[in-house]
Nanobody
Framework: VQLVESGGGSVQAGGPLRLSCVAS????????MAWFRQIPGKEREQVAY???????TYADSAKGRFTISQDKSKNMLNLQMNGLKPEDTAMYYC??????????????????????WGQGTQVTVS
């Protein structure tokens, strides 16, 4: 399984950014996938989760500003970020699991619950 993120960069506060994650060797159908982020010296924290029936859930910091989505035809996970704030500055990671239980995904599983990770893409908001 390989996850490759893209779309990070530098943006001014209030601006948008769209992250993408292409999964290879992984069938996302029915699985829980997520975005996490991490600042150096701090623990990796949740951002958003999705199950392929379209059910989503978000960390409080992302609610109302971020949207997680999937394009199953491209085996791609996306994160649309609007109204970015300097405190959103972090390395953003795509994560995937073999778990197919929707209720589990919606319970905001921890990073250690995810078996597969991308290399990360840096988002800097100034």
């Amino acid at each position: 399984v390989q996850l490759v993120e893209s779309g990070g960069g530098s943006v001014q506060a209030g601006g948008p950014l769209r992250l993408s994650c292409v999964a290879s060797g992984y069938n996302m159908e029915g699985k829980c996938m997520a975005w996490f982020r991490q600042i150096p010296g701090k623990e990796r924290e949740q951002v958003a989760y999705i199950v392929t029936d379209g059910t989503t859930t978000y960390a409080d910091s992302a609610k109302g500003r971020f949207t997680i989505s999937q394009d199953k035809s491209k085996n791609m996970l996306n994160l649309q970020m609007n109204g970015l704030k300097p405190e959103d500055t972090a390395m953003y990671y795509c994560a995937a699991t073999t778990n197919q239980v929707t209720s589990w995904c919606l319970s905001h599983p921890k990073p250690t619950d995810f078996a597969y990770w991308g290399q990360g893409t840096q988002v800097t908001v100034s």
